[in-house]
């Protein structure tokens, strides 16, 4: 079911988020980077995220555990105007290729229906076969990141609107 988040599962959406890193980041962030993630730690901004009007957060839950979830909003980079933008999805590693993250996605994209934008990691594979099966892809845009010293890659991905076809970004 997915469903609104709510404070309360501030501490919930931390442990998915720093498991799933742990997991899928292994081998591309610095492993003392990830064995230094606390849930605890991450509660306290998601906390403030799920209070944020603007930042909508949804998650999916089996029961009454979560496990995945959703963050998006406006976008933030300025060549995008009148784009949203797709935050974070990450979903559990015993739960992925179950139809989580697509249920999300889709449940996002259904209430935003403006052209959505994204930033992932050149070399996270799987989540750009992922956002590729929903119809983003790559504008050319890049950035580098630095993360306890390893420099990384990520590129931005694009879903144009039906109704924004003629879409061209400002470099
Ligand atoms: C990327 C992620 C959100 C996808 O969610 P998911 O629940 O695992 O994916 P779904 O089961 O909904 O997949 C939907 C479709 O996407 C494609 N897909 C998803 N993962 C894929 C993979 N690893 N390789 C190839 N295709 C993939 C497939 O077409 C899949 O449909 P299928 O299973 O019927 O073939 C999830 O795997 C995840 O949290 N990964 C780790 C964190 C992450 O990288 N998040 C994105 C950060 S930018």
């Not at 496990?67 to 995008?80: K, M, Q, T, Y």
């Not at 009148?82 to 739960?95: H, Q, S, T």
Request: glycine share 8%; charged share 25%; with cysteine.
């Amino acid at each position: 079911m997915i469903r609104e988040a709510k404070k309360t599962d501030a501490f919930e959406i931390a442990d998915v988020h720093v498991s799933t890193w742990r997991h899928s980041y292994r081998g591309i962030m610095p492993q003392t980077y990830l064995d230094a993630l606390c849930s605890e730690t991450r509660s306290k901004s998601w906390g403030s995220r799920i209070e944020d009007p603007n930042t909508y957060i949804k998650v999916y839950t089996v029961g009454d555990v979560i496990c995945g979830f959703i963050a998006g909003g406006v976008c933030r980079d300025e060549n995008l105007a009148g784009f949203d933008e797709i935050y974070a999805v990450y979903v559990l590693p015993g739960n992925q290729r179950n139809g989580v993250g697509l249920a999300l996605t889709m449940a996002f994209l259904d209430e935003h229906p403006n052209s959505c934008s994204l930033w992932v990691l050149a070399d996270n594979i799987s989540a750009v076969k992922f956002y590729r099966s929903v119809g983003f892809h790559p504008d050319g845009h890049t950035k580098k990141i630095t993360i306890d010293g390893k420099e990384l890659e990520e590129h931005r991905y694009i879903r144009l609107s039906p109704n924004n076809r003629e879409h061209k970004t400002r470099r």
